[in-house]
């Protein structure tokens, strides 16, 4: 009914996967919640705490980091089946690899800004290259773009073509029995 259990306040250093651990034993023992589905960003979810809540048999949706995960990256984001529409700028669809679930979501407002963002630092890129490379290597948003060897900076056209998959995408994991829209609308 959306009134609040129970709340925690951690130290402001506290890794949210820690903390994140300490509040799901907590559900399981003090309360005794009999259906729990924890929802959490890329940053409070790990394969340790993934285990635990597994452990625990409860059930969760996680915002997946889609470029550190090969599965992702290499197959669920190359998955070819139909995307639902959930809403004006939601598009959703299940990836089943194995025994993990994956909902793929598209918002194309989102991939629209990630392909015109991606296409202002390609052509700053150039532009700096033009004028001498070694400045710029630093910096990380033009690192994803470029190869390095030495002295000499290229831009590399094959990483540049392969980040257009991730524009207005992102990726979630879950256990929990929800359909692909409900799992991306909790989420939310």
């Not at 918002?107 to 400045?135: F, H, M, T, Y």
């Not at 910096?139 to 540049?160: F, H, L, M, P, Q």
Request: charged share 35%.
């Amino acid at each position: 009914e959306g009134t609040p259990l129970a709340h925690h306040v951690f130290p402001g250093n506290t890794p949210d996967a820690k903390a994140f651990s300490q509040v799901i034993e907590e559900l399981a023992t003090r309360f005794g919640i009999k259906r729990v589905i924890l929802v959490g960003d890329r940053g409070m979810f790990n394969a340790k705490v993934i285990s635990r809540i597994e452990e625990l048999k409860l059930q969760y949706i996680a915002g997946v980091k889609m470029r550190q995960d090969w599965d992702v990256k290499e197959i669920v984001l190359e998955d070819r089946s139909p995307f639902e529409t959930v809403t004006e700028n939601l598009k959703v669809k299940l990836v089943e690899l194995g025994e993990n679930r994956y909902i793929v979501c598209v918002n194309e407002e989102e991939a629209r800004r990630d392909k015109a963002q991606r296409e202002e630092i390609v052509a700053s890129l150039r532009e700096k290259i033009a004028r001498g490379p070694k400045k710029m290597i630093g910096n990380t948003g033009y690192r994803r773009y470029v190869t390095i060897e030495k002295d000499a900076v290229a831009i590399d056209e094959e990483k540049i073509a392969a980040e257009k998959k991730f524009d207005g995408t992102y990726v979630l994991r879950t256990n929990a029995d929800l359909s692909a829209k409900d799992a991306a609308l909790a989420y939310k």
